[in-house]
Nanobody
């Protein structure tokens, strides 16, 4: 059974930083895509950042220059380093794995940016 477990969310002040982690088990995703999506209240889930096996990355325009995605393929883990966080980054962040839809989803971790 495939499981994706996120960690690292929380409450942070504007301008602060957080690092999200997602550990996958039950399948080897080293040759597949892993990434992060987010969903704010009343909005659709959107791509934040995604990395395929060869290191190619995609970022949402709203997070370019502030967020960095990385992977540890030996540990089947993906990270999201988030810097200079803004209130509009507040959302539930979901880990996703797989190249072919629907792929696999984690349970989500809440990120709240507020003073």
């Amino acid at each position: 059974q495939v499981q994706l477990v996120e960690s690292g969310g929380g409450l942070v002040q504007p301008g602060g930083s957080l690092r999200l982690s997602c550990a996958a088990s039950g399948r080897d995703f080293s040759t597949s895509a892993m990434g992060w999506y987010r969903q704010a209240p009343g909005k659709q889930r959107e791509l934040v950042a995604r990395m395929i096996s060869r290191g190619s990355t995609n970022y949402a325009d709203s997070v370019k220059g502030r967020f960095t995605i990385s992977r540890d393929k030996t540990r089947n883990t993906v990270y999201l380093e988030m810097n200079n966080l803004k209130p509009e980054d507040t959302a539930v962040y979901y880990c996703h794995a797989g190249l072919v839809p629907p792929g696999y989803w984690g349970q989500g971790t809440q990120v709240t940016v507020s003073s």
